[in-house]
């Protein structure tokens, strides 16, 4: 495969004008003509298009044949054109046959494009890279029956009725942007719609446009656009520049949604929600997308990225706007800080092993094979974390000044992640040199502290001492030596009655606050404080102030100490998970040696406070109860060991819960709802607790608690309860799953997302008494409601057992990989995007236990074999193998 490098960077050779698109839209043969005002900017150059899975029809140079000209594959080269001229081509594709979901495809009989990064040169021949920006004046032709409606970007110029029982629309966008973020939709469709009046008095007309059948789920996604709308006018000041915007949802994606200009297009489980179809986390990941594709609109589209290098441009940028919006709309400090536990959660269980592993790379990666396979946690989630330590670093205020300065710079233009630094520094006379580290260098960075108190002098003093392991493709290069990062480290000193201490560096006349943050940029920093009365116990790296592995040593009094009292929250939880942490690897550890596995009655103590401290949030108390993941656990070992991981989890939870039983028992009975269903966090973390409390309940196998959930299930009036329910019962020996099993069925066989669940939730149980759960995913593959075509489902059952059933997936006998291997090769020939993500469920086997990894490496070996691979899963495969 080829490999493009970030440094073989070269300006276009050509400019693009005004693009006119007319496309005349059938399933079978879609026909597509664009006019486009071109200059070109360096003599003597041929125009090479991108374009494939076209057949090209014609070219013309204004308005004449083009004479000499070449196509192949994937380019179309005009070899001699004047210096300004107009360029007209018309191409065909058929949308029926286009199962990759990239270009133009046809989902439930409706007309859908994608076209980042590349889907685009799908549809017609063109310069798609992200710095050829240009407006648009789109003509969409359709069947009146079969499409009366016809969207595409900015707004709509004019309607017409033609003959055949045809007819158009034309729209026009204003907005110069590149071609990825061209959008068309068309079909049967109807939308929920809504004006506002924006900030500077303009109004907006805002569409949600979904099948007809699922118009009574759309006001959630529509609430929660109008809440963006106004939030990203408070907290940044910015507008909705168009006079309308549509959001469309569509079943086949491959991803969660797309934010093409004015016609942003969803992934249906970002858009569909009402009590009894979707869950709460279903109402919250909502509010983030719709946030999410919204807050684009200007981190990504009126500034983009010059190449697809700098992509965490937009997207870390745009994920740290998205968490940030969503806190806030959690209302309360608390309810902050459940959402920044619940981020890192996902940044450490996901992207440290990324980090960590064969696909390893920077935020700003300098090389790949196939683009999509870059859409990852490090460039979205690393990448957020990357854009907030630049607000711990200058503060909010200063960190929207470097906001401003970085759009009144580049405001329609295609800039790089270095633009977005030098933004930030020179709004706030910073100098960020170092920190440019964050992009280029890859790999988990490792903080050590050790510290010291002097009773004599009352100081204390704090080493922090940072190093950052050679990952991925880095471990052969011998020459490499990796530069030290500058680090933000938010501390605070607890003292003896749990309250912080003031904070005065030696040097300092007076403290100065109780939370402050330090800059560490050497490899090793030394930190005196002075007046500190008592000896303390640090806090540090408060709110996960940056994406690092932090190392200190605490005792088990401390943690349980800092659980109980820390002002930070985020830290609260961060105590409580390290005390978890070490009693379940040393359980682990009992495990593997066959001891018997007897629940750390410290560690219950500890729970049991939190679950009845009265004082805290539901929602942060069901945080802490929270054990790290098993995958997590992995993670931490030196040899990672699925099923000793699974028995110390399921120990420790059997013996929390026996132990427990009364105020679980209690808390599970305090919690349960009165009123009608309502999605706010308060109501939904009283959910979330109480849904804990069962899960709890189940694992002390007690009749009482089977009846529980039992209950549960048959009296719930939406669809967190109703799962948490049959989840609970899953995980039992009661004679009533089989029954709510097809009871769920029966009830939303016609919601396809609720569906979805259903095998999802089959392919994550735990597995009672020896039961094979591959069994049951290979006979659910045999349903007659599963496909491999749709990517929800392909996720829901597969994805599920192979990511998210880590016990059961590594299988001793190897049963998971052989199953891993033949539905990556029959999604491959589907769909490539599809196919790369499931690829990379083996990319760490180089880290697990000597049976499992061999058979991994045989399965990876398979897989390479194939002469057919994409270069999607190509990419990934030869980089697992190394
Ligand atoms: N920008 C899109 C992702 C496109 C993925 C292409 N393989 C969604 C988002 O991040 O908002
Ligand atoms: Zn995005």
Not at 35 to 41: A, G
Not at 84 to 108: K, Q
Not at 837 to 851: E, H, S
Request: with cysteine; proline share 5%.
């Amino acid at each position: 495969s080829v490999t493009v490098y970030r440094q073989d960077y070269t300006p276009p050779a050509f400019a693009f004008g005004h693009v006119d698109l007319l496309v005349e839209l059938d399933a079978e043969r879609t026909v597509v003509t664009s006019r486009i005002e071109v200059k070109r900017l360096v003599k003597d150059t041929p125009l090479i298009l991108h374009g494939e899975e076209q057949e090209l029809l014609a070219v013309t140079i204004n308005d004449e044949p083009a004479g000499h000209y070449s196509i192949d594959e994937d380019t179309l080269t005009l070899h001699e054109v004047p210096a300004r001229f107009t360029l007209s081509i018309t191409s065909a594709n058929r949308p029926s046959a286009n199962t990759s979901l990239m270009g133009l495809y046809v989902s439930g009989g409706n007309f859908f494009t994608q076209c980042e990064a590349e889907g685009f040169r799908k549809i017609t021949y063109f310069l798609d890279r992200p710095d050829v920006m240009t407006t648009y004046t789109v003509t969409l032709r359709a069947d009146k029956a079969q499409c009366p409606v016809l969207l595409a970007n900015g707004n709509l110029i004019s309607k017409a009725d033609l003959p055949d029982g045809r007819h158009e629309a034309v729209w026009d966008d204003p907005f110069k942007k590149p071609s990825y973020l061209f959008a068309l939709v068309a079909g049967r469709l109807s939308c929920i719609e809504e004006t506002i009046t924006t900030g500077s008095g303009a109004s907006k007309l805002l569409q949600v446009w979904v099948e007809p059948a699922d118009l009574d789920k759309t006001r959630h996604a529509m609430d929660s656009l109008i809440a963006s709308i106004r939030w990203d006018e408070a907290r940044f000041g910015l507008e909705l520049d168009l006079e309308r915007f549509m959001i469309v949802a569509v079943s086949d994606f491959n991803m969660g949604a797309m934010e093409n200009k004015g016609l942003n297009i969803f992934n249906t489980k970002y858009v569909l929600a009402n009590s009894e179809t979707a869950t709460d986390t279903d109402f919250a990941n909502i509010e983030s997308v719709v946030g999410h594709e919204y807050f684009h609109n200007w981190t990504g589209n009126r500034v983009t990225c010059r190449d697809w290098f700098q992509l965490s441009l937009k997207e870390g940028l745009t994920v740290f706007r998205d968490q940030e919006f969503s806190a806030d709309m959690m209302g309360t400090a608390s309810g902050r800080a459940v959402k920044r536990i619940e981020d890192v959660r996902l940044l450490r269980q996901v992207q440290f092993p990324e980090d960590a592993g064969p696909m390893a790379h920077p935020v700003r990666p300098d090389s790949y094979q196939e683009i999509n396979n870059f859409y990852t946690v490090t460039v979205y989630e690393k990448g957020a974390e990357v854009v907030r330590m630049y607000q711990t670093l200058l503060g909010r205020d200063g960190f929207r000044k470097g906001m401003d300065l970085y759009f009144k710079r580049h405001d329609g233009q295609a800039v790089t992640c270095d633009d977005f630094r030098q933004a930030m520094a020179d709004a706030n006379g910073r100098d960020l040199t170092q920190f440019g580290r964050w992009y280029s260098q890859a790999g988990t960075p490792e903080v050590s502290a050790l510290t010291r108190y002097n009773p004599a002098d009352k100081s204390f003093t704090l080493t922090l001492t940072q190093h950052c392991p050679k990952v991925g493709i880095e471990i052969s290069n011998e020459a490499l030596d990796k530069q030290p990062f500058h680090i933000p480290v938010a501390l605070g000193l607890v003292g003896p009655d749990g309250r912080d201490l003031p904070l005065q560096l030696d040097g300092e006349a007076a403290p100065q606050g109780t939370t402050r943050v330090l800059d560490l940029t050497e490899r090793t920093q030394t930190y005196r404080f002075i007046n500190v009365d008592a000896p303390p116990v640090p806090s540090l790296l408060r709110n996960f102030s940056a994406p690092v592995a932090l190392d200190i040593h605490y005792t088990d009094e401390e943690l349980a100490f800092l659980l109980a009292h820390d002002s930070d929250p985020f830290n609260r939880w961060e105590a409580g998970q390290r005390l978890a942490t070490r009693t379940l690897l040393a359980l682990v550890a009992d495990a593997q040696a066959g001891r018997p596995l007897v629940a750390d009655a410290k560690l219950v103590k500890a729970l049991g406070s939190v679950l009845t401290d009265e004082t805290l949030d539901p929602a942060f108390r069901e945080q802490i109860w929270i054990l790290p993941a098993e995958t997590y656990l992995g993670e931490r070992m030196g040899i990672a060991d699925p099923a000793a991981v699974h028995a110390a989890r399921q120990a420790l939870r059997q013996g929390i819960a026996s132990a427990l039983q009364s105020e679980l028992t209690d808390i599970y009975t305090r919690h349960r709802a009165t009123g009608p269903y309502s999605p706010d966090a308060a109501s939904a973390g009283r959910r979330a607790l109480k849904n804990l409390a069962l899960g709890y309940l189940i694992e002390t196998g007690d009749a009482k608690a089977l009846a529980l959930a039992e209950r549960q299930y048959a009296e719930a009036d939406n669809m967190t309860d109703r799962s948490a329910a049959l989840t609970a019962l899953l995980n039992s020996d009661s004679p009533a799953r089989g029954e709510a099993l097809a009871d769920f069925y029966m009830r939303f066989s016609d919601e396809a997302l609720v569906i979805d669940k259903w095998f999802a939730m089959q392919a994550m149980q735990p597995g009672r008494h020896g039961q094979h759960v591959i069994d049951t995913v290979q006979s659910l593959m045999q349903h007659h409601a599963f496909t491999l075509r749709n990517p929800n489902r392909a996720r829901s059952l597969i994805f599920s057992f192979c990511t998210a059933n880590p016990a059961q997936f590594h299988a001793a006998d190897g049963s998971g990989y052989t199953f891993w291997k033949n539905q990556v090769l029959a999604l491959d020939a589907i769909n490539p995007q599809v196919a790369a993500r499931l690829a990379r469920a083996l990319d760490r086997w180089t880290r697990f236990t000597i049976p499992l990894r061999d058979r991994m490496h045989a399965a990876l070996q398979q897989v390479a074999a194939s002469s057919m691979l994409s270069r999607d899963v190509r990419e990934i495969i030869s980089k697992s193998l190394g």
